[in-house]
């Protein structure tokens, strides 16, 4: 059983626009979510996390949002680059460190 | 980078024989983990270390063992080897372990082809 969902598999977006990637899980006892973002051939490496005593943490051109009373996250790129062409994880790690399916970002320049 | 070695980092091997893999930390983090990646299923989690001689299942463990014999080193066998595992596998580690404001590192993975 999936307990973090990242229910769209692949996204593309125009170079300079916002690419939006989302989560969602089923635990309301996570209380720490990560995101990862993994080039082929490498292993993941960690991107921008956040406590759900915040509802928004913002690192330059990424940003994460959580929304604890409908159990999901969203992950901002803005503005997209071709270099952020890659897989992004979702994860929790208050618990077993589920990750979710990942979303394949394809930034088109 | 995370001081993560994983090796092999390639391997093909026939159905039925025994694999070892081996990841090598030198960053002292206590905690050490095994994932492995599919597609449609994201990473999850084989196998995890909270110290030496100290190992719990993950979520898909059925198939594999794992020993800690040192901080540094965490190993994976897989005791006879099943195409269901082929696989990518990545190790990581931690200092803090499973509790909030936890980060993982990952190593950069082992290809495993089971023929």
């Known amino acids: 059983d999936q307990q973090v969902k990242q229910n769209s598999p692949s996204l593309s977006v125009q170079e300079g626009r916002i690419s939006i990637l989302n989560c969602d899980y089923t635990n309301s006892m996570f209380d720490y979510f990560l995101w990862y973002k993994k080039y082929p051939a490498e292993g993941p490496t960690f991107l921008i996390s956040?406590?759900?005593?915040?509802d928004k943490n913002e690192d330059g051109r990424f940003t994460v949002f959580l929304n604890k009373s409908a159990k999901h996250l969203s992950l901002h790129i803005v503005p997209s680059q071709p270099g952020d062409s890659a897989v992004y994880f979702c994860a929790e790690t208050s618990n077993q460190f589920y990750f979710g399916t990942g979303t394949s970002l394809t930034v088109i320049p | 980078d995370a001081g993560i070695t994983q090796s092999p980092r390639h391997k093909v091997t026939e159905t039925g024989t025994p694999v070892t893999l081996r990841c090598h930390q030198t960053?002292?983090?206590?905690?050490m983990y095994w994932y492995r990646q599919d597609p449609g299923h994201g990473l999850r989690l084989i196998h995890y270390?909270?110290?030496?001689?100290?190992?719990d299942k993950g979520e898909v463990s059925d198939g594999y063992s794992v020993s800690r014999s040192k901080t540094e080193d965490f190993l994976l066998t897989l005791e006879s080897a099943t195409s269901s595992q082929t696989s990518v596998y990545f190790c990581?580690?931690?200092?803090?372990?499973?509790?909030?404001?936890?980060?993982?590192?990952f190593g950069e993975g082992s290809w495993l082809t089971v023929v």
């Open positions: 270390s909270y110290g030496v001689k100290d190992t």
């Open positions: 960053e002292n983090h206590r905690y």
């Open positions: 956040i406590s759900s005593i915040k």
């Open positions: 990581a580690i931690s200092s803090t372990g499973r509790r909030s404001g936890n980060t993982i590192y």
